[in-house]
């Protein structure tokens, strides 16, 4: 394949120390990127000609095998643990050669992108891979350069993929033969042994939410959404709580599905393209992602297909995970710009399965911080094996596997942004009512969607609030269009005593998780969490 006519940066790969060569392509536009997917094997065409990927053993993040490698210039910065995991210098530079060496003669996808859609914090980032499919999803993922852009192009951040280079663990200081480690002193992603895709864009993710704290930018894992007038909301949620589903309204604009930051100017996207969930997805439940899967350049990551090459969405035959990554425009009631005003509503989601928090209710500065740092959410029996009960799952700041930095970092911007622009923050709850899981049932969807929009429309700020006595929600005592019995949980309870136990012990399961934050949080932020009885 010629390559002369494409786009090229004057930067080559010399400092990844790789050969720039005819095995090197550039900038491939999309059906150029389908024609070698096919060719190499990696992809298969759907009967809508969007493309089929499977990732093989690898259907989700490796987040144990993620690293940062720890260096004088960021050491003090980084919040490390479990999630953000130290490694040497030495081991970064062993593998990087190891890498660099297996790819020298092989085919190389070249993309120079864009991570923000604000000019003033973007990144320019370039993916390199040996898997035409990484090209693809880059094209989809980040925001796509001017032809003019591309020959201007000077990478900040690079990824540098070999899905199918292995690791050695014994030798090569990684736990597993897959390894994805970041260095921000030389400033790659290096990525082996998995060619699931998500690792590039939320590899760019974190570093994204490491630079823009920095800049006084806040970090957010929500989408966003705004009115015709300009009226803007975020949405924060941990998986399965509703997050795609409630910001994708057919009557209100999106600015973006995952990924933003907050700047003094407004709300900006990070991606350039959107990457949703696909199981049970139907043309009737989520009209506009449906559409997505039957359009060219869409990627489907792990769907089963049948004998005519037509997607099951509810066979989970390879993974739950299963995936489509598109353009934003590809959603015909996106913003071309990717940004959007200061947010007027903060939207927190959680899906309770204990049943006992209220489905919307409004929270004060410090409770916005306590319920950002805490994350919560709960697991339902069946969703894996061995729960066979309701579990409180906490992530910070709805995403700890992508922020770098301390979440206390994080929900002082966060409370930093809400009191400058008086925006009103509210939980809303998508799980149980009635009772837990097992006894009650989900919160109906219609009552949620009424109750985010009465929200959103500013219908419930200057109606009558009853603060809750473990929780210290403010609840409003009532919503156009919505049941008032529905808003008090307690009442939808038939048994109160056992209500009263499942509320203390969700509330002692916020305190326990609390506790290692205690050391970074003020008084105040402590004292926004829920009442624990002795």
């Known amino acids: 394949m010629s390559n002369q006519t494409h786009p090229q940066s004057s930067v080559g790969l010399d400092y990844l120390k790789l050969e720039d060569n005819s095995n090197t392509l550039w900038n491939l536009t999309p059906p150029e990127l389908y024609e070698e997917a096919i060719k190499n094997g990696e992809a298969t065409l759907t009967e809508d000609y969007a493309i089929r990927i499977l990732t093989g053993e690898y259907t989700g993040r490796s987040p144990k095998d993620k690293y ?26 062993n593998l990087f050669e190891k890498v660099t060496d297996y790819l020298q003669d092989k085919k190389l996808y070249v993309k120079d992108c864009f991570a923000g859609a604000d000019e003033k914090y973007q990144l320019n980032v370039r993916v390199v891979s040996e898997a035409a499919y990484h090209g693809l999803f880059a094209h989809n993922m980040f925001v796509r350069p001017s032809a003019e852009e591309l020959e201007n192009h000077e990478p900040e ?7 199918n280079f292995k690791a050695d663990p014994e ?14 002193d030389k400033k790659i992603i290096l990525i082996g042994g998995t060619l699931y895709s998500g690792e590039v864009k939320k590899g760019i993710f974190s570093v994204m939410n490491y630079m823009l704290p920095k800049k006084d930018v806040m970090a957010m894992h929500c989408s966003a959404n705004m009115s015709e007038d300009g009226d803007t909301a975020v949405f924060f949620g941990l998986s399965g709580t509703g997050k795609t ?26 991606e350039g393209g959107c990457y949703a969930k696909t199981i049970n997805l139907s043309k009737e439940g989520e009209p506009l992602i449906y559409a997505t899967t039957k359009m060219p350049g869409t990627i489907l ?32 009631n996106a913003n071309e710009s990717g940004t959007g005003n200061h947010p007027s509503n903060v939207i927190f989601l959680t899906c309770d399965a204990f049943g006992v928090l209220p489905p919307i209710s409004k929270l004060t500065p410090e409770q916005a911080m306590y319920h950002f740092i805490s994350g919560y959410t709960a697991k339902v029996a069946g969703t894996e ?20 930095l301390h979440p206390t970092v994080y929900a002082e911007l966060l409370a ?30 219609p009552h949620t969607r009424q109750m985010l929009s009465e929200a959103l429309n500013g219908n419930i700020e200057d109606v009558e609030f009853k603060i809750d006595p473990v929780f210290g929600l403010a609840i409003p005592q009532h919503v156009e269009g919505v049941p008032d019995e529905v808003l008090i949980p307690r009442n939808t309870w038939d048994d109160k005593t056992a209500y009263d136990e499942k509320a203390d012990q969700l509330a002692k399961m916020f305190a326990e998780n609390f506790e290692q934050f205690e050391n970074e949080a003020s008084k105040e932020l402590i004292k926004a969490g829920p009442k624990v009885t002795a």
């Open 157 to 163: 951040f690079t990824v540098l993929a070999a899905p």
């Open 171 to 184: 030798v090569d200081g990684t736990k597993t033969e897959t390894f994805i480690f970041v260095n921000f």
């Open 385 to 404: 094996r061995g729960v066979t009960e309701p579990q409180a799952t906490f992530s910070a700041c709805f995403g700890a596997p992508f922020m770098p």
């Open 416 to 445: 930093k942004k809400i009191r400058k622009h008086n925006s009103s923050v509210w939980l809303l709850n998508t799980g149980w009512t009635g009772g837990p899981h097992g006894v009650g049932h989900r919160m109906e969807l």
């Open 245 to 270: 589903t409630l910001s994708s309204d057919q009557d209100r604009i999106l600015i973006g599905d995952d990924e933003h930051g907050w700047s003094e100017d407004g709300v900006f996207n990070i």
């Open 68 to 93: 940062i490698v720890d260096q004088p210039s960021i050491h003090d910065d980084i919040d490390w643990g479990e999630i953000n995991q130290p490694t040497e210098e030495e081991v970064f530079d």
């Open 301 to 332: 990551e792990n769907v089963v297909l049948d004998e005519n090459r037509s997607p099951n969405f509810d066979d989970t035959s390879y993974t739950q995970n299963t995936r489509c990554s598109y353009p934003i425009h590809y959603i015909p």
